[in-house]
Nanobody, 117 residues
């Protein structure tokens, strides 16, 4: 099992920036990829960005060019740098770890991001 703890959420104005962190512990060696998901009220949870342990990344179209996912393997931590934030980015953001076969190893508890003036 993998335990994930997110941090860094809060309130930010439109156009602002924010960085989320996700620290992993437990069976670290079993992690193949980690991703950030978000869920707005009344909507389904959606993948925002993901990164493999080899550093291969992918993003949903609506955040390309604005968000950057990165990882520090020495700290077992994944980051999501969010720039040019929009009100539609408001959601609870969750970190997820997957094994090599796409199996879910763990979810974080979530951190709220609110973009509002």
């Amino acid at each position: 099992q993998v335990q994930l703890v997110e941090s860094g959420g809060g309130l930010v104005q439109p156009g602002g920036s924010m960085t989320l962190s996700c620290a992993a512990s437990g069976s670290i060696s079993s992690i193949f990829s980690m991703g950030w998901y978000r869920q707005a009220p009344g909507k389904q949870r959606e993948l925002v960005a993901a990164i493999t342990r080899d550093g291969i990344t992918n993003y949903r179209d609506s955040v390309k060019g604005r968000f950057t996912i990165s990882r520090d393997n020495a700290k077992n931590t994944v980051y999501l740098r969010m720039n040019s934030l929009k009100p539609e980015d408001t959601a609870a953001y969750y970190c997820k770890a997957d094994g090599r076969w796409g199996n879910t190893l763990g979810w974080g508890q979530g951190t709220q991001v609110t973009v509002s003036s």
